[in-house]
């Protein structure tokens, strides 16, 4: 949060240059850039995630100035950050200027990115002995937390704050150390102090924001937004901010709005269409899914895992409507991206259940769960699509696999687990899981809810579910004998 170069980004300067330089990669052109203009627009590129772009300025940078420090040193952090820590090390070893203090600084990065601990904990020792400054104490804090080391953070952190307790870029670090380490409302305290002492420093009411919505706090974050629009009411990231607690309000179209807002004026559009695509997605708008999703690809500008995660959305959307020979499409484009993106293995699964091929389901759904990061989800989805296609058998044995392996997030599925014994005559069973779903998700047989479940056209089973539930509410039924297995 420290290094929030925002306010830089939204300055005419920057996006004059930012317009120059697009309009150089857009009629493949060429024009002299200074090297801090280069550094500028990586580290903007960097901070909206594009680290493909970055690195393209980074290379265009040394064409024109290839012994610049301060290229170098950009071009051996984004190879870091991409783990290619062997490259970063001979591109460090390339400059010339070995004791300069901010190639001591990007070395211990790279002996922290090579678990190389004690060696960069000398190094940042000795860079202190040398120094001897409060900026040498906060660069290296900031460079532990960057390595999620939170003890040594902290130990920096507090070095700092006990020669300067006062000083903003110190209460700034600190802050962020919070933030970080999952503490927003020490956090907010502090950017709250710092307010007091800068109240128009946007980055401080940016980052303000961002903790109470980590405290899921959004009438405390529109309040803060309004501080940020009186400052300056065109400034995009003070957009999105306010799109983020509109969301956590679930005010679905003011939310889009201001993403609407963002995507008109911001030169970075797959970045805000990407996020405007899911909130469609989540909102099962599926005809905007396809609209944005065309919109990006035609950018070119996304990473391979980006673009998989796109023609999943992609696929989705058309098996959603009925396109199941476009669905298919998406899913082989999106495989040739990325050949271990679960979701679309598990997608194709449910793209045979729709042919009535469960066999071929089956073998689908087995990689979507090999190469998931939760694999009880994968298997509640493979279930759930099972479910849908009336392949009892085989969503109660999804579901029964998912309760042994995770049975914290068997909630939502312990009415169609009853309902899968109960079209299988199976009634003792059944009444166990009537019990379970009473208790962990009652909400389901609220009369509101009732059109959005799966059995919701079988009143004899939703009957006998009310009836547990009010057995269970006057006495009738002890749960806790059905809660054990």
């Given at each position: 949060m420290k290094d929030d170069l925002s306010s830089i980004f939204h300055k005419p300067e920057f996006k004059q240059l930012l317009a120059k330089y697009s309009d150089m990669i857009n009629n493949h052109t060429t024009i002299y850039l200074e090297p801090d203009e280069i550094t500028l627009l990586a580290e903007f590129y960097a901070s909206m995630g594009n680290i493909r772009a970055s690195e393209e300025v980074v290379n265009y940078g040394l064409s024109l100035h290839p012994d610049n420090l301060d290229i170098l040193i950009f071009k051996c952090h984004n190879l870091i950050v991409k783990g290619y820590t062997t490259e970063a090390q001979e591109v460090l070893n390339s400059i010339t200027d070995q004791s300069d203090y901010e190639v001591r600084l990007l070395q211990a990065e790279l002996y922290l990115a090579q678990k190389r601990n004690q060696e960069a904990d000398e190094l940042l020792n000795q860079l202190y002995q040398d120094e001897k400054d409060i900026d040498t104490m906060l660069d290296i804090a900031h460079l532990y937390m960057d390595e999620h080391q939170k003890k040594n953070a902290y130990s920096w952190l507090q070095k700092a704050v006990s020669e300067a307790p006062d000083n903003l870029g110190v209460l700034e670090e600190l802050a962020s150390y919070h933030f970080s380490f999952g503490n927003p409302e020490e956090a907010a305290n502090l950017y709250n102090r710092l307010l007091d002492e800068a109240p128009y420093t946007i980055d401080f009411w940016h980052n303000l924001i961002?903790?109470?919505?980590?405290?899921?706090?959004?009438?405390?974050?529109?309040?803060?937004?309004?501080?940020?629009?009186?400052?300056?009411?065109?400034?995009?990231?003070?957009?999105?901010?306010?799109?983020?607690?509109?969301?956590?309000?679930?005010?679905?179209?003011?939310?889009?709005?201001?993403?609407?807002y963002?995507?008109?004026?911001?030169?970075?559009?797959?970045?805000?269409?990407?996020?405007?695509?899911?909130?469609?997605?989540?909102?099962?708008?599926?005809?905007?899914?396809?609209?944005?999703?065309?919109?990006?690809?035609?950018?070119?500008?996304?990473?391979?895992?980006?673009?998989?995660?796109?023609?999943?959305?992609?696929?989705?959307?058309?098996?959603?409507?009925?396109?199941?020979?476009?669905?298919?499409?998406?899913?082989?484009?999106?495989?040739a991206y990325d050949n271990h993106n679960s979701d679309l293995y598990l997608l194709r699964g449910e793209l045979q259940l729709t042919k009535g091929k469960p066999e071929?389901?089956?073998?689908?759904?087995?990689?979507?769960?090999?190469?998931?990061?939760?694999?009880?989800?994968?298997?509640?989805?493979?279930?759930n699509a099972y479910f849908r296609y009336e392949y009892w058998q085989q969503a109660l044995s999804c579901f029964k696999e998912q309760e042994k392996l995770a049975p914290?997030?068997?909630?939502?599925?312990?009415?169609?687990?009853?309902?899968?014994?109960?079209?299988?005559?199976?009634?003792?069973?059944?009444?166990?899981?009537?019990?379970?779903?009473?208790?962990?998700?009652?909400?389901?047989?609220?009369?509101?809810?009732?059109?959005?479940?799966?059995f919701h056209n079988d009143t004899h089973f939703l009957e006998q579910a009310k009836a547990v539930f009010m057995k269970i509410e006057n006495g009738e039924i002890n749960p806790m004998k059905y809660l054990q297995d």
């Amino acid at each position: 949060m420290k290094d929030d170069l925002s306010s830089i980004f939204h300055k005419p300067e920057f996006k004059q240059l930012l317009a120059k330089y697009s309009d150089m990669i857009n009629n493949h052109t060429t024009i002299y850039l200074e090297p801090d203009e280069i550094t500028l627009l990586a580290e903007f590129y960097a901070s909206m995630g594009n680290i493909r772009a970055s690195e393209e300025v980074v290379n265009y940078g040394l064409s024109l100035h290839p012994d610049n420090l301060d290229i170098l040193i950009f071009k051996c952090h984004n190879l870091i950050v991409k783990g290619y820590t062997t490259e970063a090390q001979e591109v460090l070893n390339s400059i010339t200027d070995q004791s300069d203090y901010e190639v001591r600084l990007l070395q211990a990065e790279l002996y922290l990115a090579q678990k190389r601990n004690q060696e960069a904990d000398e190094l940042l020792n000795q860079l202190y002995q040398d120094e001897k400054d409060i900026d040498t104490m906060l660069d290296i804090a900031h460079l532990y937390m960057d390595e999620h080391q939170k003890k040594n953070a902290y130990s920096w952190l507090q070095k700092a704050v006990s020669e300067a307790p006062d000083n903003l870029g110190v209460l700034e670090e600190l802050a962020s150390y919070h933030f970080s380490f999952g503490n927003p409302e020490e956090a907010a305290n502090l950017y709250n102090r710092l307010l007091d002492e800068a109240p128009y420093t946007i980055d401080f009411w940016h980052n303000l924001i961002r903790c109470y919505l980590r405290m899921y706090k959004p009438e405390k974050a529109m309040e803060a937004i309004d501080f940020a629009m009186a400052i300056d009411d065109t400034n995009l990231i003070t957009w999105e901010l306010k799109s983020n607690a509109l969301l956590l309000e679930n005010e679905i179209e003011q939310a889009l709005d201001c993403l609407f807002y963002i995507e008109k004026y911001t030169t970075e559009k797959p970045y805000i269409q990407n996020i405007i695509m899911s909130i469609y997605f989540i909102t099962q708008n599926y005809q905007k899914v396809l609209e944005y999703a065309d919109k990006i690809t035609v950018s070119n500008n996304l990473t391979d895992f980006e673009m998989a995660s796109l023609y999943h959305k992609k696929g989705y959307s058309h098996l959603q409507l009925g396109n199941v020979q476009a669905c298919e499409e998406d899913i082989e484009q999106g495989l040739a991206y990325d050949n271990h993106n679960s979701d679309l293995y598990l997608l194709r699964g449910e793209l045979q259940l729709t042919k009535g091929k469960p066999e071929d389901a089956q073998q689908a759904f087995h990689y979507g769960r090999l190469f998931a990061e939760n694999e009880a989800e994968a298997i509640s989805y493979a279930g759930n699509a099972y479910f849908r296609y009336e392949y009892w058998q085989q969503a109660l044995s999804c579901f029964k696999e998912q309760e042994k392996l995770a049975p914290e997030t068997m909630h939502g599925n312990y009415y169609l687990t009853a309902y899968c014994y109960y079209r299988s005559g199976q009634d003792e069973d059944m009444l166990t899981y009537l019990v379970r779903g009473a208790i962990f998700s009652p909400e389901s047989l609220k009369k509101e809810e009732q059109e959005n479940t799966p059995f919701h056209n079988d009143t004899h089973f939703l009957e006998q579910a009310k009836a547990v539930f009010m057995k269970i509410e006057n006495g009738e039924i002890n749960p806790m004998k059905y809660l054990q297995d």
